[in-house]
Structure formats: structure tokens, C-alpha cells
């Protein structure tokens, strides 16, 4: 510096009485504070920007550090979500599984019930076959003997045939009540029948109602939580990227 004003100085400090020297002097010292006063008020220019350029970038840093928790949010409420969902298919599975066991179940004990009462009714069959061919013997018995005795009609009838007849009439009554048995057997075996059509028809149902509930578990697990569209439009125009994974 005093290498570069020397000879100015020297002109300011009387050593020079050159009043031209010293004019020029001055007027290099005007020009040159100018130039310094100029640069002060670019420098104070340039300070405001880097004050407001380091404002921006805390306020970036803090945007940034804000989307980070809310992506943080975002993947932890995903994941609880995610394990809700996996809870809640394997209860829906564990149920479908019990409703598979008791229809099995229930299943098998209506196909043994109706085979049991088929399995009678078979047998009360072969004793009514039985009982009619008795009955039908008894009758051409009976007839073979009513004949003489129409004849003989002034005759009293024996005891013997009157006790047989008797008899035979408690064993039509017999014959009859089975039948009526019987008939009420068949019409329980065909409510049971339809009862067992029924229970099919909601097996089947509950199988649909299986893979309707399977179908709903792959489509939530297929698609997961995320930012929506208007979240991630609101958080880029705060001047910062997303970064998606």
C-alpha cells in the first residue's frame, strides 16, 4: 500500500511542490475511495444474498428433516398395517378351517344317520314282506274255511276260527301300523336328504365366501400404503426432491 500511494504521499507531505502533482493526486485518492466504497456496498449486496441463500437452506434442511418423519411415518404405519392385514388373514383362515372341520363333520354324521334309518327301513321292509305273505296265507286259510261254514250257516261257528280271525285282525293292525311307521321312516329320510342338500348348498357357499375373503387378503396385500398423489404434489412444492424407494 505504501509502495502503490508513495509518490502521492510524498506530493501531500510538502517534499513535492508541485501543485499539479498534487491535484492529481487527489483526484486518484477520490477515485479510488469511490471504487473501495463501491465494492463495500456489492460486498453488503453480497452478504444479504448469502444471508438469505443460508435462510433458504435452513428452511430446506427443516423441510427435509420434516419429510424424513413423515416418510418414517408413512413406512411404520405401512408396516403395522401390513401385520394387521397378515393377522387378520390367518384369523380368516383359522375360521374357514373350523367351518370346513364342522361341515365335514357335520357331513358325515348326517350321511351315517340317514344310512342307519335306510339300513332300517330296509329291514322293517323284509319283516312287512314277511308279515304280508303270513297275512296272505291266513286269508286263503280263512277263506277255505268260511266256505263249509256258509254252508252250514244255521250251525254256531267254532271258537277256534273266531280266535284266528281275531288274530289275524290284530295282525292286519299290526301290518297297518308298520306301514304308518314305516311311511313317517321315509318322510324323515326325505326331510334329512333335503337337510343334507341344504348344508351341501352352504358348504358350497362357504367355500365361495372363502375365496372371496382369500381374493380381498391378496388385493390389500398387493397394494400398500403410500403417499398420495396430493401429498407428494404438496410436499415437491416446497423445494425439495422425494426420494421413493
Do not use: C
Amino acid at each position: 500500500m505504501k509502495e502503490r500511494w508513495s509518490p502521492y504521499l510524498t506530493a501531500l507531505d510538502g517534499t513535492a511542490i508541485n501543485k499539479k502533482t498534487t491535484k492529481s493526486a487527489t483526484y486518484a485518492l477520490s477515485k479510488e475511495r469511490k471504487n473501495i466504497v463501491e465494492q463495500l456496498q456489492l460486498m453488503k449486496i453480497r452478504i444479504k444474498q448469502l444471508e438469505k441463500e443460508e435462510k433458504r437452506a435452513k428452511l430446506k434442511a427443516i423441510n427435509a428433516s420434516s419429510l424424513t418423519d413423515t416418510i418414517i411415518e408413512r413406512r411404520v404405519e405401512r408396516k403395522n398395517q401390513i401385520e394387521y392385514k397378515n393377522q387378520v388373514r390367518k384369523l380368516r383362515q383359522q375360521e374357514l378351517e373350523d367351518l370346513r372341520e364342522r361341515n365335514r363333520e357335520m357331513k358325515v354324521d348326517i350321511r351315517a344317520s340317514i344310512a342307519f334309518k335306510k339300513g332300517v327301513l330296509l329291514e322293517n321292509k323284509k319283516i312287512i314282506a314277511k308279515e304280508v305273505k303270513t297275512m296272505q296265507m291266513q286269508r286263503k286259510l280263512q277263506t277255505s274255511l268260511e266256505k263249509p261254514i256258509k254252508s252250514a250257516s244255521s250251525s254256531p261257528r267254532p271258537s277256534h276260527l273266531s280266535s284266528k280271525i281275531k288274530s289275524l285282525d290284530k295282525s292286519l293292525s299290526k301290518i297297518e301300523e308298520e306301514k304308518t311307521k314305516t311311511n313317517e321312516a321315509l318322510s324323515e329320510m326325505k326331510k334329512l336328504e333335503t337337510l343334507e342338500q341344504i348344508l351341501i348348498d352352504k358348504l358350497k357357499q362357504a367355500y365361495e365366501e372363502q375365496k372371496i375373503a382369500e381374493n380381498q387378503v391378496n388385493l390389500l396385500m398387493n397394494n400398500p400404503v403410500i403417499l398420495s398423489r396430493q401429498e407428494l404434489n404438496h410436499l415437491s412444492s416446497q423445494n425439495f426432491s422425494v426420494i421413493s424407494n
